[in-house]
């Protein structure tokens, strides 16, 4: 599968240098755009959030039909999504997360990106073969779950799993709605060490709240001419071999 909507701090183009799901059961305890199961496709995938935006657009996805998807109407490129018509609120929102490149929340309307972008037909943006896509894909997470919720709070119930845990970062998270001053890092330590079956822990390098390796410097593609050095920890001790560099 494809990215469903594009978002703030998506790991969909570094995905393939983490290692892969060792159980059936995939959790995303932060589960923005889900780049971790969208690419590997796990038998079971339980999705938390607190932003009500993310699970209101997975909610919607998750029971929406393809012919649903495929009638989302199309945006000129001065049109907003009140344009859309009576459409439900969740699909607007994943309208709105398509005309930006990579936001926090949903748009009303097309940015000068969104605008040069779907001039050029890219499915980087809403247009006909972004929808298409999606329509295509829908069926294949019908046996997805979300939570609404703190994952300290809304995972008790259950066991041994792959865990991708991606938080807002210590030092780069404060741009999402709930962001890196909402979170308890220490806690959140604690909960990763303690969870039965797999973990892997994302982070910025210089994050101590557990004890993270270089993983990748990367491009961001949400903002120009910036990169990221991510860092990453396992609770079965995996390290990579090399560090990468994602352009």
């Known amino acids: ?5 594009r978002f703030y701090g998506s790991k969909w183009s570094s995905i ?7 159980h ?14 969208v690419r590997h496709e796990p038998r079971r995938v339980i999705l938390v959030d607190r932003d009500p935006y993310i699970v209101g657009v997975w909610s919607y996805l998750i029971r929406a039909s393809a ?14 999504v009140d344009d859309l018509g009576p459409v ?5 929102w994943l309208v709105g997360f398509w005309l930006n490149n990579g936001t926090t929340s949903p748009c009303k309307q097309h940015s000068v990106w969104g605008k040069v972008n779907l001039e050029r037909g890219c499915v980087s943006t809403w247009c006909g ?4 896509r999606i329509a295509a894909q829908v069926d294949r997470i019908r046996h997805w779950e979300i939570r609404e919720g703190d994952c300290l709070d809304v995972l008790d119930d259950v066991g041994e799993a792959t865990y991708f845990v991606d938080p807002p970062y210590v030092e780069m998270g404060r741009h999402y709605r709930f962001g890196s001053k ?9 909960w990763c060490l303690t969870r039965p079956g797999y973990v892997i822990a994302c982070e910025h390098s210089g994050a101590d709240w557990l004890p993270f390796s270089p993983l990748a410097r990367t491009h961001s593609a949400s903002t120009c001419g910036t990169t990221s050095a991510e860092a990453v920890w396992c609770s ?4 990579p071999m090399r560090q990468e560099v994602l352009l």
């Not at 012919?67 to 907003?80: D, F, K, Y």
């Not at 890092?185 to 604690?190: D, I, K, R, V």
């Open 236 to 239: 079965d001790g995996w390290r």
């Open 129 to 132: 073969k972004t929808r298409v």
């Open 24 to 37: 059936d059961l995939v959790v995303e305890p932060f589960a923005g755009s889900a780049s971790y199961s």
């Open 88 to 92: 439900c609120q969740e699909a607007r």
């Open 16 to 22: 393939p240098l983490y290692p892969r799901p060792k």
């Open 182 to 190: 909402l979170i308890d890092y220490p806690a959140l330590g604690q």
């Open 67 to 80: 012919a649903e998807i495929l009638a989302l109407p199309l945006l000129g490129p001065e049109q907003s």
């Open 1 to 5: 599968m494809r990215p469903f909507f």
